[in-house]
């Protein structure tokens, strides 16, 4: 009998490396963040006292070189971590996907060699959180009609705009944040306390609930020229670094997956109607084996595409693919053990419930799903469709 969600022992094909940083996040996740996470989810609020702790295990700054702080570990290591993370919740995974990649990448990627000095072993020792400002209240899925204005002035820049649905947003000690200068779009660091930085926390949320989501407003915002990203230029810096977190999120996304099947095929298998287990009966049945089967397809698309990120050879559009395909199947699959669970599926006793609201967001963020539909249909027929 097949007793976990590794349907064709993909494990095999890990390197011992690979397998033992596996082993211990999930232990870690086991052990120290399911006991918490229900109480936090309730709350509405991110565990902040578990970030050191994802520090030392190395989370921050998995691919960085360690010159920098970083791990110095391979995207197929960075997306397995992922993959742990949302087993626990997509709100820690956020917080992995936003601290590594969407924060330290583009400042290694873009930043200047003092920026890369100060601040990145700071963001990987977990001392600074991060967050990342690209969409704003009027522009979601068409980032480049920002509205979001950085003047230059003798010393530096003046930003004035806002930002919306940020991650770690009314927490973090710095932002990435983009926006519409003279010569295209730009990137900037703006540090908590800056004068002219307000940073609000978005409440009266029903999905991502243990994670902090925020706006942030930038009025005459006075920003030195030395916080200022010296390579990034055009809208293209920030779209690149969606794609390292998106690649984090189709290996998360799989994570809640399992979590939420391993939970309801265990429910099958007491919950006992007319005088036998539930699994027993074969509705059931094929509904559990849609999830593995699409578990496992997301898995297959997650080793590939690890390999292939690893070798350079993964373009956005491959990226957008795993991104579209296992987040809807996950989503699926959330629902789908909800209904099985039945009445018990709605009460924040078993996960599953706490996994399909936060799918709902990460069906949204990081391009929508039909963003993604439209930038593979772009891929396979050369005509885009944005327009
Ligand atoms: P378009 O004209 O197509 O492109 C502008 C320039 O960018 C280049 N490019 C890319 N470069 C790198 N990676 C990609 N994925 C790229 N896609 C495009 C392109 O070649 C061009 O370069 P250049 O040099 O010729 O100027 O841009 P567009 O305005 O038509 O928009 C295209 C579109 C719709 C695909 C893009 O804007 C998009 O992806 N929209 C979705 C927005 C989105 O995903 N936002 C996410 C915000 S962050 C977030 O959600 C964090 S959640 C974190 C968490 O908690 O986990
Ligand atoms: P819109 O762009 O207004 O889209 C509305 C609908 O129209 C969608 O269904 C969309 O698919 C559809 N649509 C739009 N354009 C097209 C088109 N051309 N063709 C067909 N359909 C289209 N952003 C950040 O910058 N940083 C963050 O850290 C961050 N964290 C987030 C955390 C959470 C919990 C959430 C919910 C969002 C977060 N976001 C973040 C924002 C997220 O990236 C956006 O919500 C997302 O890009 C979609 O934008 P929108 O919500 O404005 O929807």
Redesign the pocket.
């Known amino acids: 009998m097949v007793e976990n969600s590794d349907f064709l022992n993909l494990i095999d094909e890990l390197t011992e490396d690979e397998r033992l940083i596996q082993q211990t996040l999930r232990e870690f996740i086991n052990e120290q963040y399911l006991p918490i996470i229900r109480e936090y989810h309730a709350r509405a609020e991110f565990p902040f006292e578990i970030v050191p702790k994802l520090a030392e295990l190395g989370l921050f700054g998995i691919t960085i070189p360690e010159e920098y702080g970083g791990a110095g570990l391979s995207y197929f290591i960075y997306g397995l971590a992922m993959q742990e993370l949302e087993r626990g919740d997509s709100g820690l995974r956020?917080m992995g996907s936003?601290q590594n990649s969407?924060v330290m990448f583009p400042i290694y990627k873009y930043g200047s060699e003092e920026q890369k000095k100060k601040w990145l072993p700071l963001l990987a020792s977990g001392q600074k959180i991060g967050?990342?400002?690209?969409?704003e209240p009027d522009?979601?899925?068409?980032p480049g009609g920002m509205e979001t204005r950085a003047h230059k002035t003798d010393g530096g820049w003046r930003l004035n705009g806002s930002?919306?649905?940020?991650?770690?947003?009314s927490v973090a000690d710095l932002a990435v944040v983009w926006a519409k200068t003279d010569e295209g779009i730009g990137g900037f660091l703006v540090e908590k306390g800056s004068k002219g930085f307000i940073q609000n926390k978005i409440t009266g949320?029903f999905?991502?609930r243990a994670?902090d989501?925020g706006e942030l407003v930038f009025e005459d915002c006075e920003i030195p020229e030395e916080n200022r990203l010296p390579l990034a230029k055009g809208l293209r810096a920030p779209l690149s670094c969606l794609n390292e977190a998106r690649y984090g999120i189709a290996w998360g996304a799989i994570g809640a997956a399992m979590a939420c099947y391993e939970e309801v095929r265990n429910y099958a298998l007491t919950r006992k109607q007319f005088s036998k287990p539930i699994a027993g009966f074969q509705l059931v049945q094929e509904k559990l084996v849609e999830m593995i089967s699409e578990i496992t397809k997301g898995l297959l698309l997650n080793f590939r595409l690890g390999r292939m990120k690893d070798a350079g050879k993964a373009k956005h559009y491959h990226i957008s693919m795993a991104k579209r395909n296992n987040v809807h199947q996950a989503l699926q699959i959330a629902r789908t053990a909800r209904a099985i669970l039945a009445a018990n599926g709605i009460i924040d006793e078993y996960q599953t419930i706490r996994h399909m609201l936060n799918l709902e967001?990460v069906y949204?963020?990081?391009?929508?799903?039909?963003?993604h539909t439209?930038i593979i249909g772009e891929s396979i027929t050369g005509i885009e469709?944005?327009?």
Do not use: P
């Open positions: 956020s936003v969407l967050c990342f400002g690209l969409t522009h979601g899925s068409d930002k919306m649905w940020i991650t770690n947003g949320k999905s991502l994670s989501t967001s949204t963020y990081e391009g929508t799903h039909d963003i439209l469709a944005f327009r």
